[in-house]
């Protein structure tokens, strides 16, 4: 059975860094697209970052583009989110979700499994 699962997510302070980390179970990352979501309370969830199945091509919001990095390592099935400078507003649950036509865009709508989500909150 096809399954995600995030972790690394926690409490950290304005200016600091967190990686979240993806684990699939049951398919392989670099087949399809994967993307990392997040979803704050009272606001619609927001695609951030993707990775392309069979290459290193990637694409970020510009919400976050320059402070996080989305990877993928192969050998442990894992996609990463490493999250740089984070700031108050980078607070909400984390998703990695796939997309299995591997279109690689970065709405909700087009990926098709999801984890079950990890919550970042950055506060001093």
């Known amino acids: 059975q096809l399954q995600l699962v995030e972790s690394g997510g926690g409490l950290v302070q304005p200016g600091g860094s967190l990686k979240l980390a993806c684990g699939g179970f049951?398919?392989?990352?670099?087949?399809?697209?994967v993307a990392w979501f997040r979803q704050a309370p009272g606001k619609e969830r927001e695609g951030i970052a993707n990775?392309?199945?069979?290459?290193?091509?990637?694409y970020y919001s510009d919400s976050v583009k320059g402070r996080f990095t989305i990877s993928r390592d192969n050998a442990k099935n894992t996609v990463y989110l490493q999250m740089n400078n984070l700031r108050l507003e980078d607070t909400a649950i984390y998703y990695c979700?796939?997309?299995?036509?591997?279109?690689?865009?970065?709405?909700?709508?087009?990926?098709?499994?999801w984890g079950q989500g990890t919550q970042v909150t950055v506060a001093s």
């Open positions: 049951g398919f392989r990352f670099d087949y399809y697209a």
């Open positions: 979700a796939i997309d299995i036509s591997n279109q690689g865009g970065l709405g909700p709508n087009e990926y098709d499994y």
């Open positions: 990775i392309m199945g069979s290459s290193e091509y990637t």
